[in-house]
């Protein structure tokens, strides 16, 4: 008779214990060194980060978890390094050739960031970096520059490379010591992000004649910079995404009104498309901002747009009268109405009247994401009682209502409604996508707006539970104040 299978964990598959190790891996950093001299908790933290702390700390667990630690290399892979000073440098380069050298040859993911951005990584980390390029697949450079660091021993030996971003500061005597082509022949790079003064690089022009790209994104801050970059739109492969930063400067931001770009029309292939403003960037210029592009802009294959503000919930992007005249043009210059199936528009502070106008146009869109603006007694808020009413899926006319096919609605709330009608869309959306024949499931979340002092009320949360549980076709999610409740 054989014995009870055991629970113990020193008998958990080698597998597994891998799979628990590389969950830790990314985990928060505990305080672990005893190190002399008692370091900034700045410095013991990036000490930590390189030598990847949560993994030595479980590997003292038994010696089988310590030599399945030690020897899997994809667990030491990931390597991050957030500025490093010149007190600790020493040891962070032996932490990191210690770490490259327990990664073997796994492809490697860099990620170098500094504290401001006129410093740039310490050369000797670079050059050490450097040696084991052949590995790299993905690459991120933020907030820093390269000034000191000859990128050019980079050329040629990035054959693994296949994400590459490159927010560096090249301005106000932060060039680099040489020209940044050294990704022109990246054989598998597929997503690129660069810093706007970067686009006009013989590398990007090489890369974009190879027709490699799946994924192209930029940061621009002055009106010539939105115009080099918007016009390599239509020499991007077609089905590619893009994503646009707007960070203006800020002698643009004391500006009464933004300068215009003078774009000419462009038409490009693209599939996706992202449009988002830095939190210090005005509501007014970003708006004006987008007006413009939207103006020269045709995306006739156009299918997932998302427009959005990194200060949101504190402030969101203004959708003004000739922001709504342009996105409209374009809905119709571009036919939109066919294939744009996903917009995520929940940083816009948009009127409803707006919104549904738009919804009426872009009847094949599937995927909705709309949100509540901060509180303010100028503009109300978004999701209310007629807004949800009209999203439900009733016939009006000769039409099946607003976007006919949508199967997936997310929307970030301060309640202002009765929520009962919520019951009511979702049911309604069901019947829907039922009478379309669809084998689609119904997708609802509700994300209470950040200090929201209303909730979901309790009945309704058990009436869409119950809808989640007895359709079988509801996926239905609802997080608030901390408290996260999922129903599928």
């Given at each position: 008779m054989n014995p009870p299978p055991t629970r113990d964990i020193h008998f958990l598959p080698a597998e597994i214990i891998s799979d628990i190790l590389d969950l830790?891996?990314?985990?928060?950093?505990?305080?672990?060194?005893?190190?002399?001299?008692?370091p900034t908790p700045e410095v013991q933290q990036e000490l930590e980060r390189i030598a990847n702390a949560p993994l030595l700390l479980l590997s003292r667990v038994c010696s089988r978890w310590h030599d399945i630690a030690l020897?899997?290399?994809?667990?030491?892979?990931?390597?991050?390094?957030?500025?490093?000073?010149?007190?600790?440098?020493?040891?962070?380069?032996?932490?990191?050739?210690?770490?490259?050298?327990?990664?073997?040859?796994?492809?490697?993911?860099?990620?170098?960031?500094c504290k401001y951005d006129f410093q740039s990584p310490h050369p000797r980390i670079l050059h050490l970096l450097a040696e084991h390029s052949p590995r790299w697949?993905?690459?991120?450079?933020?907030?820093?520059?390269?000034?000191?660091?000859?990128?050019?021993?980079?050329?040629?030996?990035?054959?693994?490379?296949?994400?590459?971003?490159?927010?560096?500061?090249?301005?106000?005597?932060?060039?680099?010591?040489?020209?940044i082509n050294f990704f022109a022949d990246a054989p598998r790079l597929e997503r690129l992000r660069l810093a706007a003064p970067l686009v006009n690089s013989d590398s990007v022009r090489q890369i974009l004649d190879q027709q490699q790209l799946k994924s192209f994104g930029c940061i621009a801050?002055?009106?010539?910079?939105?115009?080099?970059?918007?016009?390599?739109?239509?020499?991007?492969?077609?089905?590619?995404?893009?994503?646009?930063?707007?960070?203006?400067?800020?002698?643009?931001?004391?500006?009464?009104?933004i300068p215009p770009f003078h774009l000419l029309p462009i038409s490009a292939a693209i599939s996706g498309l992202v449009c988002r403003t830095t939190q210090l960037c005005r509501a007014d210029h970003a708006s004006s901002a987008l007006t413009q592009i939207f103006t020269s802009l045709t995306v006739s294959a156009l299918q997932r747009m998302s427009l959005g503000c990194n200060g949101y919930?504190?402030?969101?992007?203004?959708?003004?009268?000739?922001?709504?005249?342009?996105?409209?043009?374009?809905?119709?210059?571009s036919a939109l109405g066919r294939c744009l199936t996903t917009l995520r528009i929940v940083e816009v502070r948009i009127a409803e009247q707006d919104l549904l106008e738009i919804l009426s146009v872009l009847t094949a869109v599937e995927h909705l994401e709309v949100g509540d603006g901060p509180p303010s007694v100028k503009h109300p808020p978004l999701i209310t009682d007629s807004f949800v009413r009209a999203m439900a899926a009733t016939a009006v006319g000769d039409r099946l209502g607003y976007i006919p096919r949508l199967s997936r609605f997310v929307c970030v709330t301060r309640f202002m409604f009765t929520q009962r009608l919520l019951v009511d869309f979702v049911t309604s959306r069901l019947t829907r996508l039922a009478a379309l024949d669809s084998s689609t499931a119904f997708n609802?979340?509700?994300?209470?707006?950040?200090?929201?002092?209303?909730?979901l009320d309790a009945i309704v949360h058990a009436r869409l539970s119950e809808l989640a549980v007895t359709k079988r076709r509801l996926f239905y999610e609802s997080l608030e104040a901390n408290k996260y409740m999922l129903v599928c």
């Amino acid at each position: 008779m054989n014995p009870p299978p055991t629970r113990d964990i020193h008998f958990l598959p080698a597998e597994i214990i891998s799979d628990i190790l590389d969950l830790t891996a990314t985990a928060s950093i505990p305080k672990f060194w005893s190190l002399a001299g008692r370091p900034t908790p700045e410095v013991q933290q990036e000490l930590e980060r390189i030598a990847n702390a949560p993994l030595l700390l479980l590997s003292r667990v038994c010696s089988r978890w310590h030599d399945i630690a030690l020897k899997t290399p994809l667990l030491w892979s990931n390597i991050e390094i957030h500025g490093v000073t010149e007190a600790a440098l020493e040891k962070s380069i032996r932490l990191l050739a210690d770490r490259l050298d327990r990664s073997g040859s796994a492809p490697l993911s860099i990620s170098l960031q500094c504290k401001y951005d006129f410093q740039s990584p310490h050369p000797r980390i670079l050059h050490l970096l450097a040696e084991h390029s052949p590995r790299w697949e993905t690459l991120c450079i933020a907030r820093c520059c390269l000034k000191g660091f000859d990128t050019s021993i980079l050329r040629g030996k990035l054959p693994h490379l296949k994400k590459l971003v490159l927010d560096v500061e090249t301005r106000f005597g932060s060039q680099p010591d040489t020209p940044i082509n050294f990704f022109a022949d990246a054989p598998r790079l597929e997503r690129l992000r660069l810093a706007a003064p970067l686009v006009n690089s013989d590398s990007v022009r090489q890369i974009l004649d190879q027709q490699q790209l799946k994924s192209f994104g930029c940061i621009a801050m002055f009106p010539q910079e939105f115009r080099d970059a918007l016009s390599l739109l239509p020499h991007l492969p077609p089905g590619a995404n893009v994503d646009m930063g707007l960070d203006l400067d800020h002698r643009i931001l004391k500006l009464d009104h933004i300068p215009p770009f003078h774009l000419l029309p462009i038409s490009a292939a693209i599939s996706g498309l992202v449009c988002r403003t830095t939190q210090l960037c005005r509501a007014d210029h970003a708006s004006s901002a987008l007006t413009q592009i939207f103006t020269s802009l045709t995306v006739s294959a156009l299918q997932r747009m998302s427009l959005g503000c990194n200060g949101y919930p504190r402030i969101a992007l203004d959708w003004p009268t000739t922001l709504q005249a342009q996105f409209l043009a374009l809905c119709r210059r571009s036919a939109l109405g066919r294939c744009l199936t996903t917009l995520r528009i929940v940083e816009v502070r948009i009127a409803e009247q707006d919104l549904l106008e738009i919804l009426s146009v872009l009847t094949a869109v599937e995927h909705l994401e709309v949100g509540d603006g901060p509180p303010s007694v100028k503009h109300p808020p978004l999701i209310t009682d007629s807004f949800v009413r009209a999203m439900a899926a009733t016939a009006v006319g000769d039409r099946l209502g607003y976007i006919p096919r949508l199967s997936r609605f997310v929307c970030v709330t301060r309640f202002m409604f009765t929520q009962r009608l919520l019951v009511d869309f979702v049911t309604s959306r069901l019947t829907r996508l039922a009478a379309l024949d669809s084998s689609t499931a119904f997708n609802v979340h509700i994300h209470a707006f950040p200090d929201s002092k209303c909730g979901l009320d309790a009945i309704v949360h058990a009436r869409l539970s119950e809808l989640a549980v007895t359709k079988r076709r509801l996926f239905y999610e609802s997080l608030e104040a901390n408290k996260y409740m999922l129903v599928c």
